[in-house]
């Protein structure tokens, strides 16, 4: 047996429930609110801990934009019937008096959601979670203010489509109008009033949206030769109420997973870096965003994996074949789910949520929440924000970001098996004589949006056949790679296997998950591949008459430049480590 797979086994069984429900119940006990003292104290326990287990402790404490909901109410105004609702993370403040205006419903909330309707100046009605998609929407119909049917449960929420904090570029983008979620009954009762006639409500918003510092931990553990590059393991501290699942079980497996690796630093070929964020739920993965701009050049130069995690544990938490990665992470993600559980993944393309703000770093990401509700235990369309699909509608439970997120909805046994799979994640990622990622998967996506996009075009202007050509042998050239990579190699030819393997990604990724660059974050709304250039979508429904057509053209001849310049460079890189076939 090798010696890997040797440490690998003697790892797993290391892992202990009673460490795990200790951790969690300890960091629980607290409701942790972005930049909160009981935050901080949940902060100190886990640096206590790591500091135990030998790592190297470093806290920063970047000042950035955090917003914490404070009251709401809605009163219908021809009634005085109180309505029970909160606010949201970046919700704009009415003042004392509130607003007062006309009710519209609009369904969904999404754009052929408004038509024919008019609520310019009225209040919105709008069935689902408050999502910074609903809320960019309703900025653009200039509405007065909105109220989102969240379904059986109050969800807290952040609405601002703003990655991290703002830039002078972006903090016009944050929401200027007053938003609030109401349960299902109260959105009946609004409903069943529209049907019988115009309805009046007077709404409230009190929100505290101001720049403090935040705090954030890295703990590192060093590979005995720490020229191998490292593993950064992440997820956030903050919560919304006490937060058991979400995300103190997720702490308390990263502080097992570190405890378990102390005890085989000397088997590891990578080190590893425990990432502990704060900001992501009422400042918008604020500490990670700032982290990928402080530390941009580490991570470019040396950064092999970004592996999330996010409300796992959870009771009834059953589904373990939706967890998201990227296509060049898949292969090996679902060895390690299938090994150790028997389930099956599914590919499903990571999405704009759980602190992936190093897309830009062309860091290989995958995992986020690994262990889901069953079908049907899910409402509404939190199944499909978590991640889950819409069809199945999974999710991670009616507690989410509610009062009910206590200790009570973690299954010791279930945080176990998800401790296992990320502990077998990274620990074989740390070990791995060569990455086991495969870059013909991304370039594979590549390639089928492009041809997608050849067909959505018609007879767009922008023509796609060099980056379809230069995209097919770029396949190959990758395919050549993958197969070099699944083959025993001596060290220096893994070394050169993986640099490679790093410098492909930090080409692709780039351009196939954002639409702004290395240097900036996308905004926080829903994505497909190569997001840069689905505006080819738009520029078909437009003609040379149109204003607008020649500008955006403009736009994406500079974006398939782009993309074009990533996928040649990615072949030379192959070719000049296994030589032009």
Request: hydrophobic content about 40%; charged content about 25%.
């Amino acid at each position: 047996m090798e010696q890997a797979q040797r440490t690998l086994e003697q790892a797993l069984a290391e892992v202990s429930s009673e460490e795990l429900m200790r951790h969690v119940t300890t960091i629980a006990q607290r409701v942790r609110l972005s930049g909160t003292p009981e935050e901080a104290e949940a902060f100190e326990y886990i640096e206590s801990v790591v500091r135990g287990f030998g790592l190297t402790v470093t806290r920063y404490a970047p000042v950035c934009l955090v917003s914490l909901p404070v009251s709401a109410s809605l009163v219908v105004a021809e009634t005085g019937e109180s309505i029970p609702c909160i606010t949201h993370s970046f919700s704009a403040s009415t003042g004392p008096g509130g607003i007062e205006a006309d009710l519209v419903y609009v369904g969904d909330g999404r754009e052929p959601d408004y038509e024919g309707r008019e609520a310019h100046r009225r209040i919105a009605l709008a069935e689902g979670l408050a999502t910074p998609e609903k809320a960019v929407v309703a900025e653009r119909q200039g509405v007065a203010g909105m109220i989102h049917i969240s379904g059986e449960h109050l969800h807290e929420m952040i609405i601002s489509p703003v990655w991290g904090s703002p830039t002078a570029e972006t903090m016009h983008l944050l929401p200027t109008k007053p938003h609030v979620s109401i349960d299902r009954q109260g959105g009946e009762r609004l409903k069943r009033l529209l049907q019988a006639g115009s309805v009046r409500v007077r709404l409230s918003t009190s929100v505290d949206t101001s720049w403090r510092p935040l705090p954030l931990l890295i703990a590192d553990l060093t590979a005995p030769s720490d020229e191998g590059g490292f593993i950064l393991f992440s997820g956030h501290v903050d919560s919304w109420h006490y937060g058991a699942m979400d995300n103190g079980s997720a702490n308390a497996l990263m502080l097992e997973v570190a405890r378990i690796l102390s005890h085989h630093r000397e088997d590891l070929r990578r080190s590893v870096r425990f990432a502990f964020w704060s900001g992501h739920s009422h400042a918008r993965y604020a500490t990670s965003a700032w982290y990928a701009d402080y530390a941009w050049e580490e991570l470019w130069e040396r950064c092999v994996a970004h592996v999330n995690i996010d409300s796992p544990g959870a009771i009834n938490a059953t589904v373990l074949s939706e967890a998201p990665t990227m296509a060049e992470t898949y292969d090996f993600a679902r060895e390690v789910v299938q090994g150790l559980t028997g389930q099956e993944l599914n590919y499903r393309r990571i999405g704009r949520l759980g602190d992936q703000s190093f897309w830009g770093t062309g860091v290989p990401s995958l995992f986020c929440s690994i262990s889901e509700q069953a079908e049907s235990q899910e409402e509404g369309d939190l199944g499909a924000l978590l991640g889950g699909s819409r069809a199945r509608r999974g999710g991670l439970g009616w507690w989410w970001h509610t009062t009910e997120d206590t200790i009570d909805k973690i299954d010791p046994d279930n945080l176990v098996r998800d401790t296992r799979i990320l502990l077998a994640t990274v620990l074989r990622l740390a070990t791995a004589p060569v990455l086991p990622f495969r870059q013909s998967r991304a370039v594979e996506e590549i390639r089928d949006t492009l041809e997608d996009l050849a067909t959505a075009a018609g007879g767009a202007l922008l023509n796609l056949d060099t980056l379809r050509q230069e995209c097919d042998r770029l396949l190959a050239a990758a395919r050549r790679l993958d197969a070099h990579c699944a083959q025993s190699a001596d060290a220096r030819t893994a070394e050169r296997l993986n640099r490679c393997s790093m410098l492909v990604s930090r080409e692709l990724i780039p351009v196939n998950y954002t639409a702004r660059g290395p240097f900036e974050q996308d905004l926080a709304l829903p994505s497909r591949p190569l997001p840069g250039l689905q505006r080819l979508r738009e520029l078909a429904r437009l003609t040379p008459h149109d204003p607008a057509y020649y500008p955006l053209l403009q736009t994406l001849q500079r974006e398939r430049n782009r993309v074009l310049h990533a996928l040649r460079s990615a072949r030379r890189h192959i070719e000049e480590t296994l030589g032009a076939s």
